[in-house]
C-alpha cells in the first residue's frame, strides 16, 4: 500500500472520528427519548442516504450469497454496539462515552484473529490487555457508583463494535460495496428498533427531531468514512487514528456542555491512548524489513 493510499484511509478515519462525536454530541442534545428511538432515527437517516447515494450512481444492490451471513452478523453486532453507546451517552460524560466506544479497534484485533486468521503476536496481546485496564478507569467498577452500569454497557457496545468492524473488513475482502453494507446494515437496525419505537414512542419537539436528523446526517458521514477505511486497510494499521474522536469528544463536551472528565478518566485516557499509538508504531515497524525485502 503506497504513501498517498494509506493517507487516503488515514483522512477517512479522522472524518470519520469527527463526524462520530457530532453525533453523540446531537443525540445528547435530544434529551430525554429511548435509546432505541434514538437508535432508529440516526440508522433511518443513514439508510435513506445510502439508498440515495446507490440510485444517484445508478448502482445495483449486489449481495453475494456466501456473504449474507456475514452481512447479518455485522448488521446484529452493529445495531447492538450502536444501542449500547446511545445508553451510555444519555448517562455519562460524552468524552467518557466515546472512549469506551473506541475500545472498538482493540477488540476488532482479537476477533480478526478469530474471523480473518490475522495473526497476534505477544506485544500485541500485552496492549489489548493494557486497552482493557485503562478501560475500566474510565468505567470506574463499584458497587457504590452509579456510572458503573452505563460504563459497562458503554464498553460493551466497544467490544461489538470491534466485531461489526471486523465483519465490514471481511465482506470488504469478498467483494460486497461498502454502500451495500451501510444499506443493509442501517435497513436492519430499522426493522429491529421499530417495534420497540411502535410500541414506547415517546412524543418529540421540533426540536428534538431537529436533532435526531443531525445526528443521523454525521453518521452517516461517518459510517461512510469508516466503512471505506476498513474495507481496504486491516485495523492494525490505521485504527488508532480512530481515537481523534476523543480529542473532538472531549472539546465538544466541554464547550457545550461544561464536561470536565474526572483523573481517573483522563489517566484512563492516557493509556488506551498510548497503547493505541504503541501498537500502531509496533505495527509499522514490523512491517518495514518486508518492505525492504520486496
Request: net charge positive.
Amino acid at each position: 500500500m503506497n504513501k498517498r493510499s494509506i493517507s487516503k484511509r488515514i483522512l477517512y478515519i479522522v472524518i470519520s472520528a469527527f463526524c462520530f462525536a457530532l453525533m453523540n454530541l446531537f443525540i445528547s442534545l435530544s434529551g430525554e427519548l429511548p435509546f432505541v428511538q434514538k437508535s432508529f432515527f440516526r440508522n433511518l437517516i443513514a439508510f435513506i442516504a445510502a439508498l440515495f447515494l446507490l440510485f444517484r450512481r445508478k448502482q445495483r444492490i449486489e449481495i453475494y450469497r456466501g456473504n449474507i451471513k456475514d452481512l447479518l452478523l455485522r448488521s446484529i453486532f452493529g445495531t447492538v454496539g450502536i444501542s449500547c453507546n446511545f445508553y451510555a451517552v444519555d448517562r455519562l460524560f460524552i468524552a467518557d462515552a466515546s472512549m469506551l466506544n473506541k475500545m472498538s479497534p482493540f477488540f476488532a484485533v482479537i476477533f480478526s484473529f478469530f474471523m480473518l486468521r490475522e495473526k497476534i503476536s505477544l506485544f500485541q496481546t500485552i496492549v489489548v490487555i493494557s486497552a482493557f485496564a485503562g478501560s475500566m478507569l474510565v468505567v470506574k467498577p463499584s458497587v457504590t457508583n452509579m456510572d458503573f452500569l452505563p460504563g459497562l454497557i458503554g464498553l460493551c457496545g466497544g467490544i461489538c463494535a470491534g466485531a461489526a468492524y471486523t465483519y465490514v473488513r471481511k465482506l470488504g475482502n469478498g467483494g460486497t460495496k461498502g454502500t451495500v453494507t451501510v444499506i443493509f446494515f442501517s435497513g436492519f437496525s430499522c426493522l429491529v428498533t421499530l417495534p420497540f419505537l411502535l410500541f414506547d414512542y415517546h412524543t418529540m419537539t421540533l426540536v428534538q427531531l431537529g436533532w435526531l436528523l443531525l445526528a443521523g446526517l454525521a453518521a452517516t458521514g461517518g459510517q461512510f468514512a469508516i466503512t471505506a477505511a476498513y474495507c481496504h486497510a486491516p485495523a492494525k494499521e490505521i485504527s488508532v487514528y480512530d481515537y481523534s474522536q476523543i480529542l473532538f469528544s472531549v472539546f465538544l463536551g466541554y464547550v457545550v456542555f461544561g464536561q470536565i472528565p474526572d483523573w481517573y478518566s483522563i489517566l484512563g485516557y492516557i493509556i488506551i491512548i498510548s497503547v493505541a499509538i504503541s501498537m500502531f508504531l509496533y505495527n509499522l515497524a514490523s512491517k518495514e524489513p518486508a518492505s525492504v525485502s520486496g
